[in-house]
């Protein structure tokens, strides 16, 4: 089976000191609802590439899962992941843009499940369950393991 792609944004901000920080989305759903380690994303979803453009499928997807517009400003690229394995395998492409938002304005899209499995109900969860702000050191730890090498670009963009 083909891997799915998947799009992007890497919101992040600077502080007065220039600390960055970037914004990640805690997974909706009640697999993650008491995961925390290894639980939060970055704002992406899953885009055909041959019939839509990666960047635009990455502010569609940002603005779908945050309810809010995908940020104005220069989007840096932050290139292709491969995470996965067997049927689940990805790519994600993603970009990092620098921008700032209230976590509390976020409104997220929500997705069906059947829950509990085998019940034959139909239940809608939010996409993401609450969206912060991090520090790349503690993002690292709260990110799921194949989209940490996004902080390492992003640290290397903006140290160049």
Sequence with gaps: ?????????LLFRRSSSDTVEVLLGHMGG???TRKDLGAWSIPKGEYEPETEDGRAAA???F???LGLPAPAGEWLPLGEVR???GAGKKILTA????????????????????????SGRLVEFPEIDRAEWFDPATARDKLVAGQRPYLDRL????AG
Excluded: I
């Design 59 to 61: 502010a569609r997807e």
């Design 83 to 85: 995470y996965g394995s």
């Design 155 to 158: 640290t290397e963009q903006l």
């Design 1 to 9: 089976m083909a891997a799915k792609h998947s799009a992007g944004v």
């Design 95 to 118: 970009w990092a843009v620098e921008a700032d938002l209230d976590p509390s304005d976020v409104v997220p899209g929500t997705f069906q499940l059947e829950w509990p499995p085998r």
């Design 30 to 32: 009640p697999f993650w």
């Design 63 to 65: 603005a779908e899962e």
